[in-house]
């Protein structure tokens, strides 16, 4: 019998936990998947070994892991892997399969944009856009986000700069600073995150300090809960599926 484990990244905001469960308990209720849970990789429960454990009660015998995370940096490269080597070890008898994160996608750009027409209803070529990431040291994030840059570009927003909330060059700190030196109108910051949090905070404390200075930042939502997105997990479910058919093929 066939089971998903969807794994967010926890937090310690109960409003950020809140948002996840919520999210996927809208994405389960879309998906024909006899076995579905959910757990976390750190912060909140139940950890990813108990989710295993709670699939495997119901009667799984194939479960899908499937991370609930922007990009493929360190959490979804090392540690979720390692944490199903131990359930492989565990459970022999259960076939593991393994779906990748959200990824560059055109549909998480166009929630990018949406969230700017949120803040103002007419953008311009002129209009400057900060995208803030969580960061990581994965050379991979950096050009990941590039590519998300340049789509955003494409699509009409072509002063785009980024900046990253840890771990990764610019700081978020630099990011605010050089566009408040190089920008006389609105800056909108767009936190490339999934829902709110301890970073968002962290956000908007800051931006008040800059605009208290007189910078004139403008903080947009994050992604949060969108049926984009629950569409794109459900791709990213389906192409885990077919690669597990095609090379058991």
């Known amino acids: 019998m066939l089971g998903v484990l969807y794994v967010g990244h926890g937090s310690r905001m109960k409003e950020g936990v809140l948002q996840v469960n919520q999210f996927l308990d809208a994405c389960m209720a879309d998906t024909d998947v006899p076995i579905q849970h959910m757990c976390y990789l750190e912060i909140a429960r139940p950890t990813i070994e108990e989710g295993i454990d709670r699939c495997v009660r119901d009667g799984a015998n194939v479960i899908l892991i499937q991370p609930v995370l922007l990009l493929s940096a360190g959490h979804a490269k090392r540690d979720i892997p390692t944490e199903i080597e131990k359930a492989r070890r565990k459970y022999p008898g259960v076939r593991f399969l393994y779906g990748r994160p959200f990824g560059v996608d055109e549909w998480i750009v166009n929630i990018l944009i949406e969230r700017l027409h949120e803040q103002r209803r007419v953008l311009s070529p002129e209009t400057a856009v900060l995208l803030v990431g969580r960061g990581s040291s994965d050379p991979n994030t950096k050009r990941d986000f590039s590519e998300i840059c340049r789509l955003l570009q494409q699509k009409g927003i072509r002063r785009v700069s980024a900046c990253y909330l840890a771990a990764a060059a610019p700081s978020f700190d630099e990011g605010l600073q050089q566009a408040s030196e190089n920008e006389q109108e609105d800056v909108f910051v767009i936190p490339y995150l999934l829902f709110t949090g301890v970073l968002m905070k962290t956000m ?34 389906k192409e885990a599926f077919h690669e597990s058919l095609s090379s058991h093929g």
């Open 204 to 237: 908007k404390r800051k931006i008040g300090l800059q605009n208290a200075k007189g910078s004139s930042f403008v903080l947009c939502r994050p992604l949060g809960y969108h049926p984009a997105l629950i569409r794109l997990l459900k791709k990213r479910m």
